[in-house]
């Protein structure tokens, strides 16, 4: 039976080390081209929603549910299919959702933006003016919320997640406290990259929380709602319902899109928020807009009519992610977990594996992936300014390679963390 690393005497860890570096060298010589970076959906995937495509056809057919023209100008709120559908998905009313283009980082970034020049609903004055912001980060987290922050300057503060959610202490403890704390990151349902799912008791405090600001917001990225990995879904959050009761209605602005469950490039998107956070947005939003594009609303509209179709669809998704996490767990657990060097989440749903590896080996194990063809997320890509303060978390995303290249991909990659592994303990015993 093997045994942990830190166990081996100096010899033994060198002769490992001289096998690893063999069957490492024989990847490199394959001259590889693998990517596990970003969780982009397969060619396999996008081809499911080839209905969508086909949904509007010709010029007889390009009219919504309520006889709007959507080759023209019209309809600001979207169409009310899909105004409807995010309704549903996101447990927030009709009249308080708005579809947008075929990103909801788009909406993200506009949402901030907005507040620096305008301030939100409950905002004293616009962001801009204040002596400075601060968001705070459950961590790992997603990187692209982290880059919109650090281009408004934003200063942002990590809160480690639970598992169910970010510490509640924490959080409460600071918002309390600190008027400059304006808003927190959330991505609820299959969290990226960890797979938490966050607690009705996590959502409760969140809702009901004191805040010192007036004007802080839960910004609510539920990009994954029915990206299940088990075939079995999550029940949809009322996040919505537990502000309105708490008297915080406006706390929570909301984000979704299809990106994952139709066309990642060409989906629909959604924001939703409360009457007066709407009411405070609308100038803005009117001035960049008249409508959106309607006919690709059309075509989303036609094939995902309801929940069940969307349900239908993401289990087909599942039938062919599942396989690949699958692989990859194996694979882990096979050539890593005797040795206790590595740790890694079980993801019910979502897209990503979020694997722990000793402390100050993250960059160098991506770093000999890379060398070898291998291309992973970059070190400390989830945590604020790209900086994993122990070095040791990496992003896995199995999405997009096929069955074989993920295990070669796989083997590379533990070859990589034994090799990132034994020179670390080694360098402590030098």
Known sequence: MKKALIDFNNEE????????????????????????????????QLDLSEDVLNAVTDINNCYSRDGIDCRNYSDFYGLSELRELFSQILSVPFNNVLIGGNSSLTLMYDTISRAFLH??????????????????????????HYTICESFGIEMISIPLTGSGPDMDMVEELVAKDPLIKGIWIIPVYSNPTGDIYSNEVLFRLANMPAKANDFTIICDNAYPFHTLTGSFVKPICLFDMCCAAGNEDRPIFFAS??????????????????????????????????????????????????????????????????KFDLVEKALDANLSSYGVASWNLPLGGYFISLKVMENTAKRIIGLCKDAGLILTSAGAGFPYSIDPHDCYIRLAPSYPSLEELNTATELLCISILLASIENILSFSD
């Open 13 to 44: 860890l060198s002769a490992l080390y001289r096998l690893l570096s063999s069957r490492y060298d024989s990847f490199r010589a394959q001259n590889l081209k693998l990517n596990m970076a970003r969780g982009k959906p397969s060619p396999e």
């Open 119 to 144: 301030g939100l609903a409950n905002s004293p004055r616009p962001w801009s003016q204040e002596e400075k912001i601060k968001m705070l980060c459950p961590v790992p987290g997603y990187d692209r």
């Open 258 to 323: 299809t990106s994952k469950i139709s066309f990642a490039a060409g989906g629909v998107s959604c924001i939703a928020m409360s009457d007066s956070n709407f009411k405070k947005a609308l100038p803005s939003l009117q001035a960049q807009f008249i409508c959106m594009d309607k006919l690709n609303q059309l075509r989303h509209a036609r094939v995902f009519s309801d929940l069940d179709a969307v349900k239908s669809r993401m289990l087909q998704h599942c039938e062919l992610l599942s396989p």
